[in-house]
Structure formats: C-alpha cells, structure tokens
C-alpha cells in the first residue's frame, strides 16, 4: 500500500549532512496535489522522499489514470529513467505535503560510480520492487476489491491524509461508481 525506505533515507539523510555534498543535494517542498513529475517528460534530477506521500502514476491513452503506488519516506523518484537514459514513465503528484531531497544527475551518476553502498541500496530497492509488483499481483487475485479498499481505508488513519475516491478507484482499477457501492457496502 505505502512503500518507504528507510535505509535510503538515512543514506541521503547522511549525503546532504556531508559538508562534501552540500552543494549537491538540497531540500525542495511540494504541496498537495503538486506535479513531482510528469509522465513522458524528461527527467532533470533525481529525488529521494523526505516527509510526506506521493502517488505514482500511470495515464493511459484515454485519459485514465492507474496509481501504480503510495510511495513515502526514502522512495527515490527518477533513478530508473536515469538509468536508462528516458523520460519519466509515470506521473509523480504528492497526495500530501512532501519534502524531497533533490540532486543533479551527474552527482549522482558519479555517487554509482564511487559508492558501493549506494548501488546495494538501489539493487535492494529494484527487489524490494519486483516482490511488491509480484505479491500485489497475486493479492488482487486471492482477494475481493472490498478487503483492498478496507486496508486503504486503513492506511489513510494511520497515516492522517485523506485519499480522494478519484486515486482509490484508480489504485484499484475500478470506477468511482464501483467504488461508492463497495463504500456504502463496507459502512
């Protein structure tokens, strides 16, 4: 539901503390519902999650959205377009307000070149990825559309934000419509 890293946070955390990177890294705000990133547009630097969630998202051809995922404390934006050199696959909004840590792309390209704990932290998060995709996969298939919408509802009290009906539908693949009658259902 509500990927973090903390791991990775301490890593930046550390980074921009270092009097050798401060000119390098530097602390951005964004307010809800802000554009982070925006899809098929080109990547201008990299971001690691400070405070706050963000959604990352897909629009397809027809103007629909798909959340891909509620991303939160340590999630870095950008390091796979980085990687393979292309615009950002997905659209990047904060559902709450968020603070990043932001870097040029050369910084970091030399940060991999010179760092080993650095290309450990972004080999545990492709995995960290590819399980989730996997076990969300399967979660989907096991479960009703109703049990995902509880444990959402879940997330949103625990973690104090509210989630329009507009991103639950599209975290879940369904309409509005469907979803106000598993709501009315669920209450």
């Keep these: 539901m509500l990927r973090t890293n903390q791991a990775f946070l301490s890593y930046f955390e550390n980074l921009y503390n270092d009097q050798n990177h401060k000119d390098d890294i530097v602390l951005k705000s964004f307010s809800r519902d802000e554009n982070i990133l925006r899809q098929d547009q080109p990547l ?38 980085m990687i393979k050199n292309i615009s950002c696959l997905c659209g990047v909004k904060a559902v709450s307000e968020v603070t990043v840590y932001e870097t040029n792309i050369s910084h970091f390209k030399s940060l991999i070149k010179n760092d080993l704990a650095l290309n450990h932290l972004l080999l545990d998060s492709f995995a960290e990825r590819i399980i989730n995709t996997s076990s969300r996969a399967s979660y989907q298939q096991l479960y009703t559309v109703e049990h995902t919408v509880m444990q959402l509802l879940d997330m949103q009290s625990k973690q104090g934000i509210q989630i329009s009906k507009e991103d639950m539908a599209a975290y879940l693949g369904i309409t509005v419509r469907s979803l106000n009658r598993i709501l009315k259902d669920v209450k």
Excluded: A
């Excluded at 990299?46 to 959205?65: A, H, P, Q, S």
């Design 44 to 81: 201008s630097r990299l971001m690691l999650l400070k405070e706050g969630i963000v959604k990352c998202y897909f629009t397809e051809e027809n103007g629909k959205e798909y959340i891909v995922e509620f991303l939160g404390k340590g999630e870095i934006l950008g390091e796979v377009e």
